[in-house]
């Protein structure tokens, strides 16, 4: 079993400041491509950062600027700065890896987690 744990959300006013953690954990060989998700009430998910095992990222163009997405490989762990926060960012924050499971009876399978969600608020 693999799951993805979120940590960091809350309330915060505009021009402040968060950080999100998403730590991966059970039974995985490797950690590829690892993202940070929003949906806010009424609208589609989106993509707001990603970053792959290299370190390169690529971010929505609302965010550019403001967030900042690392991760740390030893720990399996993705995380996301977000700066000078809007009105506008308040959404659920959605963690995603894509990563080789196992092994399980010596075969490794690639699968896509999410995490369960954190809530950020950014009050006007």
């Known amino acids: 079993q693999v799951q993805l744990v979120e940590s960091g959300g809350g309330l915060v006013q505009a021009g402040g400041s968060l950080r999100l953690s998403c730590a991966a954990s059970?039974?995985?060989?490797?950690?590829?491509?690892m993202g940070w998700y929003r949906q806010a009430p009424g609208k589609q998910r989106e993509l707001v950062a990603g970053i792959s095992s290299g370190g390169t990222t690529n971010y929505a163009d609302s965010v550019k600027g403001r967030f900042t997405i690392s991760r740390d490989n030893a720990k399996n762990t993705v995380y996301l700065q977000m700066n000078n926060l809007r009105p506008e960012d308040t959404a659920v924050y959605y963690c995603?890896?894509?990563?080789?499971?196992?092994?399980?009876?010596?075969?490794?399978?690639?699968?896509?987690?999410w995490g369960q969600g954190t809530l950020v608020t950014v009050s006007s």
């Open positions: 995603k890896a894509d990563l080789l499971r196992g092994p399980d009876r010596g075969f490794y399978r690639p699968v896509e987690v």
């Open positions: 059970g039974s995985i060989f490797r950690v590829n491509d």
